[in-house]
């Protein structure tokens, strides 16, 4: 099923996200086993997603063409089973235990979440070295498609739907469930849309499930440049704080039209934004292609909450229903902490890490 070179590596598409991964090297060879026993029994305890073999997989996926290429591996279009249920089909990059933590994560964590702004994982399969997940299929592509690969240009309508639909899928995911979902890699490429362009978050394998009591912990550095907050550059702990700041960030994606980073801009999204139009001003960010067909209250409300929840320092983001009282043009909090000049981050960034695009 999947294209490799003679590593085993599976291979990267020209015009692939120029998004970088943040990640510390940490791999372990694998591989040549009847799947993994361990893995086996505890996936068996959930309910929901169901176990697929390897040979059902190839069954649904012949002929399918490849929907997307990156570091995690490949995804097809297939259709499975007698009902040919329309499905998105992940083949995972296993050649290393970050890749196979991933794999577990997402199973783990989808299997104990329902909600309909959320992707629906429909099954896995683990057999010698292949790790593989199984969605419905999201007829509609990614809200990255849309804004900056060519797809349909987004009316102002789909634009904020979608901002309210995140905002939604973020609202339960913290503050909804038994244990609070931390999801960290929130960015547009993730935001998924149905074929009536509703919002649906998916791709949990970097997602935490924490104790509401205990907090998060401190866990290796992951993410994606632009979108992973400052703090956690400096500290490695994610939170619920990390993901409204890259909540924040798909916002002003969505309204502006622009990417979170742009070499030749220099400074990332929220940065630039604030210091080319401060937050009184944001009206005048919103996408050009849209020309003059936007709902100007709208505009101003999905920019200042991109902005808020993109502010450089924690304390100063909202919850996440705060953030959708404004959405929803019915704030009982207004985002008063936005000065006309952008705040400083207390902490430092590894220029390393991050090669001056976040403009902190």
Same mark, same amino acid.
């Given at each position: 099923?999947?294209?490799?070179?003679?590593?085993?590596?599976?291979?990267?598409?020209?015009?692939?996200?120029?998004?970088?991964?943040?990640?510390?090297?940490? !791999?372990?060879?694998?591989?040549?086993?009847?799947?993994? @026993?361990?893995?086996?029994?505890?996936? =068996?305890?959930?309910?929901?997603?169901?176990?697929?073999?390897?040979?059902?997989?190839?069954?649904?996926?012949?002929?399918?063409?490849?929907?997307?290429?990156?570091?995690?591996? !490949?995804? %097809? =279009?297939?259709?499975?089973?007698?009902? #040919?249920?329309? !499905?998105?089909?992940?083949?995972?990059?296993?050649?290393?235990?970050?890749?196979?933590?991933?794999?577990?994560?997402?199973?783990?964590?989808? *299997?104990?979440?329902?909600?309909?702004?959320?992707?629906?994982?429909?099954? %896995?399969?683990? =057999?010698?070295?292949?790790?593989?997940?199984?969605?419905?299929?999201?007829?509609?592509?990614?809200?990255?498609?849309?804004?900056?690969?060519?797809?349909?240009?987004?009316?102002?309508? *789909?634009?904020?739907?979608?901002?309210?639909?995140?905002?939604?899928?973020?609202?339960?995911?913290?503050?909804?469930?038994?244990?609070?979902?931390?999801?960290?890699?929130?960015?547009?490429?993730?935001?998924?849309?149905?074929?009536?362009?509703?919002?649906?978050?998916?791709?949990?394998?970097?997602? /935490?499930?924490?104790?509401?009591?205990?907090? @998060?912990?401190?866990?290796?550095?992951?993410?994606?440049?632009?979108?992973?907050?400052?703090?956690? %550059?400096?500290?490695?702990?994610?939170?619920?704080?990390?993901?409204?700041?890259?909540?924040?960030?798909?916002?002003?994606?969505?309204?502006?039209?622009? /990417? !979170?980073?742009?070499?030749?801009?220099? @400074?990332?999204?929220?940065?630039?934004?604030?210091?080319?139009?401060?937050?009184?001003?944001?009206?005048?960010?919103?996408? *050009?292609?849209?020309?003059?067909?936007?709902?100007?209250?709208?505009?101003?409300?999905?920019?200042?909450?991109?902005?808020? #929840?993109?502010?450089?320092?924690?304390?100063?983001?909202?919850?996440?229903?705060?953030?959708?009282?404004?959405?929803?043009?019915?704030?009982?909090?207004?985002?008063?902490?936005?000065?006309?000049?952008?705040?400083?981050?207390?902490?430092?960034?590894?220029?390393?890490?991050?090669?001056? #695009?976040?403009?902190?």
């Amino acid at each position: 099923m999947a294209t490799s070179d003679e590593n085993g590596a599976i291979q990267v598409a020209a015009g692939a996200s120029r998004e970088v991964r943040i990640r510390v090297p940490n !791999v372990t060879e694998r591989g040549g086993e009847e799947g993994d @026993p361990n893995l086996t029994m505890e996936f =068996e305890k959930l309910s929901g997603p169901k176990k697929f073999s390897f040979e059902e997989l190839k069954i649904a996926t012949a002929g399918g063409k490849i929907l997307g290429k990156g570091g995690f591996g !490949v995804v %097809y =279009e297939g259709h499975i089973g007698h009902a #040919c249920t329309h !499905v998105a089909v992940k083949v995972l990059t296993s050649n290393s235990r970050q890749g196979i933590k991933e794999y577990e994560s997402e199973v783990m964590t989808l *299997s104990q979440l329902r909600h309909k702004n959320l992707v629906p994982l429909i099954g %896995y399969c683990h =057999e010698e070295d292949k790790f593989i997940l199984v969605y419905k299929f999201m007829s509609k592509g990614s809200v990255e498609d849309h804004l900056f690969n060519g797809g349909t240009l987004l009316d102002w309508e *789909s634009r904020y739907k979608i901002a309210k639909g995140l905002a939604l899928a973020l609202y339960y995911l913290h503050e909804q469930c038994d244990q609070y979902v931390i999801h960290s890699d929130i960015k547009s490429g993730n935001v998924m849309l149905d074929e009536n362009f509703n919002a649906k978050l998916g791709d949990f394998g970097l997602a /935490r499930l924490v104790d509401h009591a205990r907090g @998060p912990r401190t866990t290796e550095l992951i993410g994606t440049l632009g979108y992973a907050a400052p703090e956690y %550059y400096a500290t490695g702990k994610a939170s619920k704080e990390t993901d409204v700041y890259s909540f924040g960030v798909v916002l002003l994606e969505i309204g502006s039209g622009r /990417r !979170v980073i742009d070499l030749e801009r220099g @400074p990332g999204l929220p940065q630039w934004l604030w210091m080319q139009y401060g937050p009184d001003k944001l009206a005048h960010a919103v996408d *050009s292609r849209l020309g003059k067909d936007f709902d100007k209250k709208q505009a101003e409300a999905l920019m200042m909450v991109g902005l808020w #929840c993109a502010h450089p320092i924690a304390t100063s983001r909202p919850l996440i229903e705060d953030a959708m009282d404004v959405l929803n043009l019915k704030a009982k909090r207004e985002p008063r902490e936005l000065p006309l000049k952008i705040p400083q981050s207390t902490h430092s960034i590894d220029r390393k890490v991050s090669p001056g #695009c976040l403009g902190f």
